[in-house]
């Protein structure tokens, strides 16, 4: 018998008592998990765009809507946005998706992954009201996965994270981009830490968060074990008109597996946020993630928490991280 803790001290993050929050079983239609999730206030209602993986392995997408983000889920009958056979790069389903609302175009931006027989890429969706999306296809060539747009242009471009797999390493990229179609400016932005907990792979996590201290980025990492891969949580905090520098990366992981479905599932051992919202006036940040591969999850903290805990971390950078 294993006994878990809901609160353990020192967390940045509680974890929410109504976990999992979102299952296959309650889905509307038959599934074979719900996870890993998109997530956006929008008119009122917070809105999870959820990857729903069918009995055939290929997943889809699917908006579930809350009030208050925690509780009476409404999710839609049918899929939103389901592979579409004229993008060939999709065929084996679309997957992970990260939102943003794009403030010069007042569109949504919606990156996930397409999923084919060459590899997973990262395509765009616009959309203005969430209801009619625009197809853009794949931004870069495979295999790349875990991006988002920031949130505004930069020095007069859009920029973008994300996690192309290059030579085997995994680490994430950041480019820049006049149009949304050529991008360029390619850099590493944080690498994995060979020996630590985040050494195998890292992944973006939700959209990268402004604060005054510049953006709050909340990333996967993942260390492979004798019985699989743990994929936990970490933090950055990139300079504010220049994101490619690195103010602050976290040495710890922050949340982890820890919970029985986090623990139990399709892939055992994975906490993968893909969503966030923030709440202005209570300072409450809600982190949607995938818990093991199965079911969609919540955990909230305040943002000045996060952005506090990572001014405190050490200065000493070297290629890209706390020494
Ligand atoms: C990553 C992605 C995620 C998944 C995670 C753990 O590579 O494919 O969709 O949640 O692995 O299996």
């Not at 940045?12 to 999992?20: E, H, S």
């Not at 998109?38 to 809105?47: C, E, F, L, Q």
């Not at 936990?232 to 040495?251: F, Q, T, Y």
């Not at 818990?291 to 001014?311: E, F, I, M, P, R």
């Amino acid at each position: 018998m294993i006994y878990y803790n809901h609160h353990r001290p020192n967390f940045l993050f509680d974890r929410y008592q109504g976990n999992p929050i979102l299952i296959p079983d309650r889905w509307p239609y038959p599934s074979n998990s719900t996870f890993n999730p998109g997530a956006v206030r929008h008119n009122g209602d917070i809105m999870l765009l959820v990857r729903v993986e069918d009995m055939r392995g290929f997943s889809h997408l699917t908006f579930a809507r809350s009030n208050d983000g925690k509780t009476n889920w409404q999710i839609d009958e049918k899929p939103t946005l389901l592979p579409d056979t004229d993008f060939n790069e999709e065929r084996w389903g679309i997957e992970d998706p990260r939102i943003v609302w794009l403030e010069d175009l007042q569109k949504y931006a919606v990156t996930y992954v397409s999923f084919s027989k060459d590899g997973p890429v990262v395509s765009l969706a616009l959309s203005e009201d969430l209801h009619k999306f625009e197809r853009r296809g794949a931004m870069l060539p495979p295999e790349d996965k875990d991006a988002s747009l920031f949130p505004r242009k930069i020095n007069g471009k859009y920029t973008m994270i994300h996690r192309p797999i290059i030579r085997g390493e995994a680490h994430i990229w950041v480019a820049c981009s006049p149009d949304l179609v050529h991008w360029g400016d390619h850099q590493i932005l944080l690498p994995v830490r060979p020996g630590w907990w985040d050494s195998t792979r890292v992944g973006l996590g939700p959209p990268p968060i402004e604060t005054d201290e510049g953006w709050l980025i909340i990333y996967h990492g993942v260390r492979n074990t004798v019985s699989g891969s743990l994929y936990r949580v970490g933090l950055a905090l990139l300079d504010l008109e220049n994101p490619r520098k690195i103010r602050k990366r976290s040495d710890q992981w922050v949340f982890g597996p820890h919970e029985s479905y986090e623990r139990v599932g399709d892939v055992p051992g994975v906490t993968f946020p893909t969503g966030i919202v923030h709440d202005p006036v209570t300072d409450e940040l809600i982190m949607y993630y995938g818990a093991a591969d199965t079911s969609v999850c919540l955990a909230t903290a305040k943002l000045q928490d996060l952005v506090d805990h990572l001014l405190n971390c050490s200065d000493s950078m070297e290629e890209g991280f706390c020494i």
